[in-house]
């Protein structure tokens, strides 16, 4: 069993920043992917970014690219969402989840967390 807890999100104006943080426990392997999502009211879950635990190869969403960066911290079992210069489409509920990432693409888990809420306002 994976827990994943979220935190950090919170009202912002545009061109602001945000760190999010995803600590882990339980059954935790420092192996795989650990990935983002976001879910706007209305939408669909989209992926944000990704981060491999062993090499920390990152992948990225067109959408964020050059705005966020995703980290981690193996040590502490824990992933980062750096988020700068956000805009009001920034604005859902992000999810940290568990995986994996091959063949270009992040495969994810049934292990999410709770979510934090992220506001960006114009």
């Known amino acids: 069993q994976v827990q994943l807890v979220e935190s950090g999100g919170g009202l912002v104006q545009t061109g602001g920043s945000l760190r999010l943080s995803c600590a882990a426990s339980?059954?935790?392997?420092?192996?795989?992917?650990m990935g983002w999502f976001r879910q706007a009211p209305g939408k669909e879950r989209d992926f944000v970014a990704a981060?491999?635990?062993?090499?920390?190869?990152?992948y990225y969403a067109d959408s964020v690219k050059g705005r966020f960066t995703i980290s981690r911290d193996n040590a502490k079992n824990t992933v980062y969402l750096q988020m700068n210069s956000l805009k009001p489409e920034d604005t859902a509920v992000y999810y940290c989840?568990?995986?994996?990432?091959?063949?270009?693409?992040?495969?994810?888990?049934?292990?999410w967390g709770q979510g934090t809420q992220v506001t960006v306002s114009s």
């Open positions: 981060i491999t635990w062993s090499a920390g190869s990152t």
């Open positions: 339980g059954r935790t392997f420092v192996s795989g992917a």
């Open positions: 989840n568990k995986g994996t990432y091959y063949s270009g693409y992040y495969h994810g888990s049934d292990y």
